[in-house]
């Protein structure tokens, strides 16, 4: 994530989705085109650490690093609860986070993968779990923009 951050900033900004829609394809990058976001500096949430990461999420989105698995990549809705390691491998927005109606707390995570995959594009990810990292090693690596 922070190489994504760090590019923002060199190019002065990054364009929006109407301009520059994702296609889930590989195609050469087009970077020239006009900038509508920008950055100055980004912030890393310490690492490991769940609750920092909730603390984090209540105030803006924040990107993370994730492992994704093929049980990922076929996830289509409810709370996934894995299996998947911490080989990360994948990066995502954590936009949110709840409880469900029996008590499971998860992440609420937006995709790159389009509005077919998940729950219109989006994943609950079960948070809380007896693992530091959290599950697919959603809490190892996190980070944030500064405008």
């Not at 389009?114 to 779990?129: A, K, V």
Request: with cysteine.
């Amino acid at each position: 994530m922070n190489d994504a951050f760090k590019y923002i900033i060199e190019k002065q900004g990054i364009s929006n989705e109407t301009n520059y829609p994702y296609k889930g394809v590989a195609q050469t990058c087009q970077n020239d085109l006009n900038p509508s976001g920008h950055i100055t500096s980004f912030i890393n949430v310490p690492p490991n650490d769940e609750e920092q990461l909730l603390h984090a999420v209540a105030k803006q989105p924040i990107s993370v690093s994730i492992s994704v698995n093929q049980e990922f990549g076929s996830y289509k809705e409810g709370i996934f609860t894995g299996p998947c390691g911490i080989n990360l491998n994948h990066g995502v927005v954590v936009i949110g986070y709840g409880t469900s109606e029996d008590g499971t707390k998860y992440w609420l995570v937006k995709n790159s993968w389009g509005e077919t995959w998940g729950e219109g594009g989006y994943m609950r990810l079960q948070r809380g779990i007896d693992q530091t990292e959290g599950l697919c090693g959603i809490a190892m690596i996190a980070s944030y923009p500064v405008a």
